[in-house]
Every structure is written in structure tokens, then in C-alpha cells.
């Protein structure tokens, strides 16, 4: 063979193994583009819907009524769907509305039950915009750049590959949050005060020379008192139901402590022993506030 033809083969051979290299290279780098894009704008992706989620909820809860530091707090805690799930039953019926002083005095307790002011600096930093979740908008930039200049081989990855192992949830702070007792988030409203009264009707008339009188056709009704001391009684029933309304925004069960506190009235206005004239004025001053 001569010198010349091997070379010419020999170039030949290595011309070929060196295109078949950079069609290998050039596949492999196709194929990592596609992996990292593949795996990680999803992972950016659910990083901030979780986030927006977050933001919408705590939005949507102060819309309703809470303090954007209480819903913040309860979103960290967890439990702020489950409140906002309570919302929006009450919401879809008519005859519903939102008892959004009862949500603000839930507001109150929740902040107060944060241990410290460094586990609340804490939940406000958490939720602060800049830092949910570490800049995952600019991340995502640089990640789509480095994705984009990697052209030669699997070093010009690395960069990406740094950006999509950094890119992750912020980890949330180790704050105790407690839910209180107070979510009863539907309105104190006439058919509440109409159902206290009645029942202090029924229970009293007829006691210390007051009568109480309903009218059946007024379906918000409370009717009357009659009675010479009847401006006193009214006192006394305006006292109780403060009482009942504060009791129903406590959550505790507001029947149970009005029927309780109308029981001590009772025995009060039929003791013999009690020598004044007016039993109501003499009950308003020993027990009114």
C-alpha cells in the first residue's frame, strides 16, 4: 500500500471517529438540556404555586375578617384552610353572614399565643415576598441561562445543576402556634337575640310583677315587658343578653350559660328573704355591669 493512500485513509478514519464524537456530544448535551429542563421548571413551577397558594389563602383570610399577622401565623401552623373552609359554608347560604368581630378577637389570641417576639419576627420574615421561596423567579432565570450557554459538554452544567440542587422550599420556623377556641364565625344576629330572649321570657314571666309578652307574628320579635318595674327588668334582660352574646363569641355554648344565669335570677327574685321592693333594681345593683 502506499504511504499516501494510508494516510489519506488514516484521515479518513479519524475525520469520521472524531464527527461520530461530536454527534455522540452533541446528543449527550441535547440530552442533558432536556433532563434539567424536564425535572426542573416543574420543581420551580411547584415551588411557586405552593407559594402563590400561601399568598392567596392569607389574602382571601383577611378579606374575610382575619389579621394578615393571624392568618400568616395559622397558614405556618397549618391551619388556615380548615378556617377558611368553615368561611366560605357560611358564606354560600343567604341567611348567613361572617361574625368578623368574632374573627378579629380570634386574631388577637392566635398572635398572643406566639411564645416571643423573635417567633413573631420570625412568621413575618418567613411570609416577606423577597424571601418566598429564595428568589425562585430569579433563580429560574439563571437556571434557563445556564441551560441555554451549555453548548460543548457536561461541564457547562454545572452551573444548572448548582441552581436546581439550591432551589427548594424555604424551610419554615419552629414557632408554636395555637388555634383558640373562639371560630364561632357566623354572626350574632336577630334570630340569636330572639332565641335568648324568649327563652328568658318563658323562664321569668310572671316573676317579682313583670310580664313577658311575645308577639307570635313578628318572626324577629322580642315583645315586652309590663309591670311597674318593668324599666329595671329591662335592664336586667339587657344585662343577661351581653352575657349570651359574649358567651356565643367565646364558642362556649351560649344557651347552656344564659339558662345558667337565668336559674341564679330566679332564685334570686322568688327569696323571701330579700326585702327590698324592687327585686330587678336590687338584682342591677349587686350583679349588673
Known sequence: MKLGNFAGGWAAAYSE??????????????ANRKYLLDTGLPKFQEIKDARDA???????????????QAAQALELQGGLEMQLAKLRAIGKHTDKTINREALQKASELIWKTIPDEEGRRQILDYFTDSE?????NDLQEKFI????NA?????????????????????????NVTVPGIQNYQE??????REGRLYLGSLLDGFAGITFSTDSNEEFGFGGLTGSDAQDANITMDHLMAGY????????DS???LMMEARKLKKFLSDSGISETNKWEEWNKRYGQ
Not at 55 to 62: D, L, M, Q, R, T
Not at 132 to 136: C, D, F, G, L, Q
Not at 145 to 148: D, F, K, Q, V, Y
Open 17 to 30: 471517529r472524531e464527527a461520530d464524537k461530536r454527534d455522540w456530544m452533541q446528543e449527550r448535551v441535547a
Open 54 to 68: 400561601r399568598k392567596a389563602n392569607i389574602a382571601e383570610a383577611v378579606t374575610m375578617g382575619f389579621t394578615k
Open 132 to 136: 418566598i421561596p429564595n428568589n425562585a
Open 145 to 148: 441561562m445556564a441551560i441555554t
Open 151 to 175: 453548548k460543548r459538554n457536561d461541564a457547562d452544567f454545572i452551573a444548572a445543576r448548582e441552581i436546581l440542587a439550591s432551589i427548594r422550599a424555604k424551610e419554615r420556623p419552629e414557632v
Open 188 to 193: 350574632y344576629g336577630l334570630k340569636k337575640e
Open 245 to 252: 352574646k359574649d358567651s356565643y363569641n367565646r364558642n362556649e
Open 255 to 257: 344557651m347552656a350559660w
